[in-house]
């Protein structure tokens, strides 16, 4: 029995090419014969061909942001360049690097093959394809244009990974910093102090009481690094479980977040800068404000401002304009109220708030550049108190003998 059309089969081949070398590889296709016909057509001969076998654990790559983000903007250049929809979902598929990924298209296509839409087709991938990338879509189909909104999707989506790609790569480098700077400190308290306290020990006399401290703390991690480790891991295990289970505790974080110093800027400068831009792409995709304002306010990612865009749903729909119930909140910036407000004197709310989006997505990129650039200091400051009061520690009694001397 002939496999699915929409399933694709991994095969391994061996032959002789046009110079009559021996060679060898893989190739997806549908079935062996158009495997054949494929190699064929790249003037292989082949010798012998047999389908890949499955290992006993394949590990599947997850799906990330971005890679929605690219299918998007491929299914967005098919259509634009008048490619049927289900043969769009094949050549996404095939081009599709990541497993999981192409899995993923092969299942859209199939589920669009046997008479769902496109949109009731990504519904029932509700881990991957959130109710705004599902609500656009559905506005494209029924508008009759749905190459146009899958653009739209697709600059939506890659302005907002890339935004969020900046600032984790911003964190990241310090992070790792430190965590190799924890590491050294460990190592060093475990192996290296424990050679000076026997030299000193043999001194009989009484050490500084920063050297004492620091001993003290060698002899602990001797004997309990064992519990160090439990208490670190009981403590990430519990944070993630809190913040999974407790919402009072994710809209703790949510609050903490946008008074935390530094990074409180750069956090308030991108919840703005994705509301502006949520808002401004459904607006644009002809979604009524009033279901424009629902989708963004989960798309802005915190508490705060979620409850705020809820209530400016809730005065918009009893007949305020936008900007008094933006202003009302007295959480959004002067720019972007005055800028809504000449947006709707002039019918143009949509690329007011484009905007506006693009000037604080400017300000979180300068953000960003700027608190790395401050980091680094602060990084050999922090670097400077963990190993050099180390090394302090160890070389202050020495010092003090040179002085008796």
């Known amino acids: 029995m002939a496999k699915p059309v929409s399933e694709l089969i991994d095969y391994?081949?061996?032959?002789?090419?046009?110079?009559?070398?021996?060679?060898?590889?893989?190739?997806?296709?549908?079935?062996?014969?158009?495997?054949?016909?494929?190699?064929r057509k790249q003037g292989l001969q082949v010798e012998r061909i047999a389908k890949k076998p499955k290992p006993l654990y394949e590990f599947k790559p997850k799906i990330k942001a971005m890679d929605i983000a690219i299918f998007s903007r491929q299914m967005a250049t098919m259509m634009k360049s008048g490619v049927p929809l289900v043969q769009s979902f094949e050549i996404v598929a095939e081009s599709a690097d990541n497993a999981t990924m192409r899995d993923l298209v092969l299942g859209l296509k199939k589920e669009v093959e046997s008479g769902s839409t496109f949109s009731s087709s990504l519904q029932k991938y509700p881990q991957y394809f959130d109710?705004?990338?599902?609500?656009?879509?559905?506005?494209?189909?029924?508008?009759?244009?749905?190459?146009t909104m899958l653009d739209r999707v697709a600059?939506?989506?890659?302005?907002?990974?890339?935004?969020?790609?900046?600032?984790?790569?911003?964190?990241?480098?310090?992070?790792?910093?430190v965590c190799v700077a924890v590491?050294?400190?460990?190592?060093?308290?475990?192996?290296?102090?424990?050679?000076?306290?026997?030299?000193?020990?043999?001194?009989?006399?009484?050490?500084?009481?920063?050297?004492?401290?620091?001993?003290?703390?060698?002899?602990?991690?001797?004997?309990?690094?064992?519990?160090?480790?439990?208490?670190?891991?009981?403590?990430?295990?519990?944070?993630?479980?809190?913040?999974?289970r407790s919402k009072g505790f994710r809209d703790f974080l949510d609050r903490a977040a946008l008074k935390a110093p530094?990074?409180?800027?750069?956090?308030?400068?991108?919840?703005?800068?994705?509301?502006?831009?949520?808002?401004?792409?459904?607006?644009a995709a002809g979604v009524p404000l009033?279901?424009?304002?629902?989708?963004?306010?989960?798309?802005?990612n915190n508490v705060v401002y979620y409850n705020a865009v809820m209530r400016i749903r809730e005065d918009v729909s009893s007949g305020q304009q936008l900007q008094f119930a933006m202003r009302s909140t007295k959480l959004f910036p002067s720019m972007a109220v005055q800028m809504v407000g000449i947006g709707e004197e002039s019918g143009n709310v949509d690329d007011m708030l484009d905007k506006v989006a693009t000037y604080y997505e400017n300000e979180v990129d300068n953000a960003v550049d700027g608190l790395t650039s401050l980091m680094?200091?602060?990084?050999?400051?922090?670097?400077?108190?963990?190993?050099?009061?180390?090394v302090i520690a160890m070389y202050l009694p020495i010092f003090q003998m040179g002085s008796v001397v």
Do not use: H
């Not at 109710?131 to 190459?147: H, K, M, P, T, Y």
């Open 376 to 390: 680094e200091p602060l990084i050999m400051a922090v670097l400077g108190v963990l190993v050099g009061g180390l």
């Open 12 to 39: 391994k081949y061996s032959g002789l090419d046009r110079r009559k070398q021996k060679v060898s590889g893989e190739i997806s296709s549908r079935n062996m014969e158009l495997a054949k016909a494929q190699l």
């Open 290 to 300: 009033i279901d424009a304002l629902e989708s963004t306010a989960g798309a802005t």
């Open 262 to 283: 530094i990074v409180g800027n750069i956090v308030y400068n991108s919840i703005i800068a994705r509301f502006s831009r949520t808002l401004s792409t459904t607006f």
């Open 155 to 177: 600059t939506y989506k890659e302005k907002s990974e890339l935004m969020k790609m900046k600032i984790k790569k911003a964190l990241k480098y310090p992070i790792a910093v």
């Open 131 to 147: 109710d705004l990338f599902c609500s656009l879509v559905s506005s494209g189909e029924q508008s009759g244009a749905l190459e």
């Open 183 to 244: 590491i050294v400190t460990i190592i060093l308290l475990v192996k290296v102090v424990p050679v000076f306290a026997d030299l000193f020990s043999s001194f009989g006399a009484d050490l500084p009481s920063f050297t004492q401290l620091v001993v003290g703390w060698s002899e602990w991690m001797q004997a309990k690094w064992w519990l160090l480790l439990i208490i670190i891991g009981l403590a990430i295990a519990g944070f993630s479980e809190a913040k999974k």
